[in-house]
């Protein structure tokens, strides 16, 4: 197989790496022995993809510092540095460049730094994040707002937090609002530094748009969506369908949600925080929940043909899962595990037909690779 590449890129051999991958994940598939449709592939752009970077400090006495990422190949853990990093956008690169600019001249900003995230939108602003083996003080905290200001003087949209044991400290704001392209329509969605966003903002909206596909002529059925994170599929989804009922367990990204449904002004969506098992006992009529009351929802009103899940590497993991999304007449199943993927369809495929079947590059010339399914009752 081709060598992954951790810090740089090779556009001219992109198409290669990508025609590994799908060719990977198809013979996964076929031998499960699984009736395969042609799939679409949707190809990243070859460079400047990525929308979030973290990079290790390593310091210096002549340069300051310098970012460095480290390569584990071969079981040996190798620090590889960077200055400029053709997979990361243009605006964290500019970021990166003046964040080591400044802090020649400000040790409160130098000292102790340790890491170094960076997060931005297709509208290149930035949030960037700096933690810390020490105290943040009151000198630092004047040294952040210093920092931040000379980055705005240097044409960088950019805010910063600060990070120590048991300390944050936001300059002005920790969440940027992205603007994606889904079939001609925005999508607005908070970003909250800390917090999961989809790294590649440019195979994002394709994978948007394919589960929009997936998602015509229902009008006037209800959506059922387990794992829904901050909500970029159920703002995006949720005008295809009569009600939503979304499901997330995590606080921070349930609330994100509300505020991203809110923003792209999406009123039949009733998210509730409920585990994928909890889902399965208030349908199954096991349990009664008051999350559920608490947010008025009576499950007696949904016409529940569709499935949304988006669930981690490991895949559906068990029988009863399987058997669960077995119940609905069509799911929509997005995957970041080739292997879970293949073992799940396995199953789904005796009561399923796979209609449409996608790959997503999320991280180019690396093993990983997204896909998509629209299973439909037979």
Request: aromatic share 10%.
């Given at each position: 197989?081709l060598?992954?590449?951790?810090?740089?890129?090779?556009?001219?051999?992109?198409?290669?790496?990508?025609?590994?991958?799908?060719?990977?994940?198809?013979?996964?598939?076929?031998?499960?022995?699984?009736?395969?449709?042609?799939?679409?592939?949707?190809?990243?752009?070859?460079?400047?993809?990525?929308?979030?970077?973290?990079?290790a400090?390593?310091?210096?006495?002549?340069?300051?510092?310098?970012?460095?990422?480290?390569?584990?190949?071969?079981?040996?853990?190798k620090?590889?540095?960077?200055?400029?990093?053709?997979?990361?956008?243009?605006?964290?690169?500019?970021?990166?460049?003046?964040?080591?600019?400044?802090?020649?001249?400000?040790?409160?900003?130098?000292?102790?730094?340790?890491?170094?995230?960076?997060?931005c939108?297709?509208?290149?602003?930035?949030?960037?994040?700096?933690n810390?083996?020490?105290?943040?003080?009151?000198?630092?905290?004047?040294?952040?707002?210093?920092?931040?200001?000379?980055?705005?003087?240097?044409?960088?949209?950019?805010?910063?937090?600060?990070?120590?044991?048991?300390?944050?400290?936001?300059?002005?704001?920790?969440?940027?609002?992205?603007?994606?392209?889904?079939?001609?329509?925005?999508?607005?969605?908070?970003?909250?530094?800390?917090?999961?966003?989809?790294?590649?903002?440019?195979t994002?909206?394709?994978?948007?748009?394919?589960?929009?596909?997936?998602?015509?002529?229902?009008?006037?059925?209800?959506?059922?969506?387990?794992?829904?994170?901050?909500?970029?599929?159920?703002?995006?989804?949720?005008p295809c369908?009569r009600?939503?009922?979304?499901?997330?367990?995590?606080?921070?990204?349930?609330?994100?949600?509300?505020?991203?449904?809110?923003?792209?002004?999406?009123?039949?969506?009733?998210?509730?925080?409920?585990?994928?098992?909890?889902?399965t006992?208030?349908?199954?009529?096991?349990?009664?929940?008051?999350?559920?009351?608490?947010?008025?929802?009576?499950?007696?009103?949904?016409?529940?043909?569709?499935?949304?899940?988006?669930?981690?590497?490991?895949?559906?993991?068990?029988?009863?899962?399987?058997?669960?999304?077995?119940?609905?007449?069509?799911?929509?199943?997005?995957s970041c595990?080739?292997?879970?993927?293949?073992?799940?369809?396995?199953?789904?495929?005796?009561?399923?037909?796979?209609?449409?079947?996608?790959?997503f590059?999320?991280?180019?010339?690396?093993?990983?690779?997204?896909?998509?399914?629209?299973?439909?009752?037979?």
């Amino acid at each position: 197989m081709l060598k992954e590449l951790l810090t740089t890129t090779d556009p001219h051999n992109y198409q290669n790496y990508l025609n590994e991958k799908t060719d990977h994940v198809l013979n996964l598939l076929k031998a499960k022995g699984i009736t395969l449709p042609p799939p679409q592939i949707f190809p990243s752009i070859p460079s400047n993809y990525r929308m979030r970077a973290e990079f290790a400090i390593f310091h210096t006495e002549t340069t300051g510092f310098e970012y460095c990422m480290y390569d584990k190949e071969g079981g040996k853990k190798k620090r590889v540095f960077i200055n400029y990093f053709d997979g990361v956008s243009l605006a964290i690169n500019k970021a990166m460049s003046l964040l080591k600019e400044y802090a020649l001249t400000d040790l409160q900003i130098k000292n102790r730094l340790f890491e170094a995230d960076f997060l931005c939108n297709l509208q290149g602003d930035v949030i960037i994040t700096l933690n810390y083996h020490k105290k943040l003080d009151e000198a630092f905290a004047a040294s952040l707002e210093k920092l931040r200001s000379f980055l705005h003087e240097k044409s960088l949209n950019a805010e910063i937090v600060a990070r120590a044991r048991k300390q944050k400290i936001t300059c002005k704001d920790d969440t940027l609002l992205e603007c994606l392209k889904v079939n001609g329509k925005n999508v607005y969605l908070y970003q909250i530094e800390g917090t999961f966003t989809q790294p590649n903002a440019v195979t994002c909206e394709k994978m948007l748009e394919f589960a929009l596909n997936c998602s015509e002529d229902m009008q006037n059925t209800d959506l059922l969506e387990l794992y829904c994170g901050s909500g970029t599929f159920t703002a995006t989804l949720a005008p295809c369908y009569r009600k939503v009922l979304a499901t997330e367990v995590a606080r921070v990204p349930t609330q994100n949600a509300l505020r991203n449904l809110e923003k792209n002004n999406i009123d039949n969506v009733k998210l509730v925080r409920l585990s994928a098992v909890e889902v399965t006992q208030a349908l199954n009529r096991e349990r009664t929940f008051n999350r559920l009351q608490q947010k008025d929802v009576d499950l007696n009103e949904y016409d529940f043909k569709t499935l949304l899940i988006d669930p981690p590497r490991a895949g559906l993991q068990d029988e009863a899962a399987l058997k669960f999304t077995a119940r609905f007449d069509r799911v929509i199943y997005i995957s970041c595990g080739p292997e879970s993927f293949a073992s799940d369809l396995q199953f789904l495929t005796k009561t399923h037909r796979i209609e449409k079947l996608a790959f997503f590059d999320q991280f180019p010339y690396t093993r990983h690779l997204e896909s998509g399914a629209l299973l439909v009752r037979r």
